[in-house]
């Protein structure tokens, strides 16, 4: 009895630690079993570790600014995280961070393209425009790749290596995520 009670104990924590280390996609993939919920806390960690990393690394800007209150910068985070999360996401970044917005559309804008967590690794795709190129032929500014990997699930996320693409070839843009963009009548609570 006593040994029947252990096996059950140790499968129910592990169950339970195994429900900290999560496999988690965005944009979600057919037919793939992951959370693929934008605002589930894991993929909340991992963006804002590896957005903040990329920010440090590659900041919008080599000028420094005469107010650092100002927003410097914004992000376009995925499409369905709550704008409570979004803006709390933007202070945690850091930098100057806001959300993409109506009135921040014009700022330097860093967008996540891709996140994939498979259990303490996780890998972010984060398109970062190069001003010191100035304008793309299109108009825009010039964005670059970088592909950041990363380790933690059961601690802290961290930045265990980079991949850097050459400025200007991005496979696709992310659609555009304001924080101010009306909720579908679907996502809404209690929407019908």
Not at 42 to 52: K, Q, R
Not at 156 to 176: F, I, K, Y
Request: hydrophobic residues 40%; charged residues 15%; neutral net charge.
């Amino acid at each position: 009895m006593n040994r029947m009670f252990g096996l059950v104990t140790v499968a129910l924590l592990w169950g339970a630690l195994g429900g900290c280390v999560s496999w988690a996609s965005y944009p979600a993939q057919p037919g793939e079993a992951a959370v693929k919920n934008p605002n589930d806390p894991a993929i909340i960690d991992v963006i804002h570790t590896s957005m903040s990393w990329v920010i440090s690394k590659y900041p919008p800007s080599t000028q420094p600014t005469a107010r650092t209150d100002a927003a410097q910068l914004a992000v376009n985070l995925p499409p369905g995280i709550r704008a409570r999360i979004y803006q709390g996401l933007a202070d945690r970044i850091g930098h100057g961070a806001v959300p993409l917005s109506q009135e921040s559309k014009g700022l330097p804008t860093y967008h996540i393209a891709q996140v994939r967590i498979r259990g303490d690794e996780a890998a972010v795709d984060i398109l970062r425009p190069v001003v010191e190129l100035g304008a793309s032929p299109e108009g825009g500014p010039v964005y670059q790749e970088i592909r950041v990997n990363l380790r933690g699930g059961m601690q802290p996320w961290r930045v265990m290596s980079h991949r850097e693409w050459t400025p200007g070839v991005v496979a696709r843009m992310p659609d555009l995520h304001y924080i101010d963009s009306p909720v579908k009548s679907a996502e809404a609570p209690g929407g019908s």
